[in-house]
């Protein structure tokens, strides 16, 4: 049964400090797309990849986020400084982007609190 | 721009009900639309999708139809059981892009 794993599922940081999340994709998918979820904004995309190469990030705040895709099995986000209003719960999803229905599948989540 | 509006929840029912979550959206051209549930703790799932007008999607006893003149995707279940506790966020896809445009979502809570 094939899954995005995500990790950490948890996190606790201090305001400052450099957060790193990582998610490897299902095996095959070409896409990677991030999420945060809050319960005043809902559900954000903050990046998107196609083959490793972002298409999209005008969702991430740039002065202190990054997104990359070193290899096809692994995707990061990385948050540095990072400050109290970055707590959420981060997805990432993948798929494959023969159409634009095609399903993307969600890993669980890292859980982000940041101090 | 692309949006998507879901009835404020949450919604709570005994078992064997009837379920409807109400779903609008606004939308450049012609979006697929989507409903994903998202279990306690855990990630989204797609329940369902329909790619143009009249089409329905359905899936574990779940259905939805694609209607473009009231630009809508209700979600409906005729017996809803406990396990479909969650919440259901509604969402399109819209242009040659995955970008995913999801509504705020819709907690149900099911009741024995």
């Known amino acids: 049964d094939a899954r995005v794993t995500q990790t950490p599922r948890h996190k606790v940081t201090e305001m400052g400090q450099e957060v790193t999340m990582r998610c490897q994709p299902i095996?095959?998918?070409?896409?990677v797309f991030w999420y945060r979820q809050t319960m005043m904004q809902g559900l954000e995309l903050l990046a998107y990849?196609?083959?490793?190469?972002?298409?999209?990030d005008s969702g991430m705040p740039k002065d202190r986020f990054s997104a990359e895709m070193p290899d096809a099995t692994l995707a990061t986000l990385k948050i540095q400084p990072s400050e109290p209003r970055d707590s959420a719960v981060y997805f990432c999803a993948s798929g494959l982007s023969t159409t634009s229905t095609d399903t993307q599948y969600f890993g669980p989540g890292t859980r982000l609190t940041v101090l | 721009g692309n949006s998507v509006t879901q009835m404020e929840g949450p919604v709570t029912l005994s078992e064997e009900a009837f379920l409807t979550i109400n779903c609008t959206y606004t939308?450049?051209?012609?979006?697929?639309l989507f409903w994903y549930v998202q279990y306690p703790g855990e990630g989204l799932q797609l329940l369902l999708k329909a790619t143009k007008a009249d089409d329905k999607g359905s899936n574990k006893g779940f259905e939805a139809t694609y209607r473009k003149e009231t630009t809508s995707f209700h979600l409906e279940k005729g017996s809803v059981q406990v396990s479909d506790s969650a919440v259901y966020f509604c969402?399109?896809?819209?242009?040659?892009?995955?970008?995913?445009?999801f509504g705020a979502g819709t907690r149900l809570a099911v009741h024995p």
């Open positions: 095996l095959g998918h070409n896409t």
């Open positions: 990849f196609r083959n490793r190469a972002p298409l999209d």
């Open positions: 939308a450049t051209g012609y979006p697929s």
């Open positions: 969402a399109l896809i819209s242009g040659g892009y995955n970008k995913l445009i």
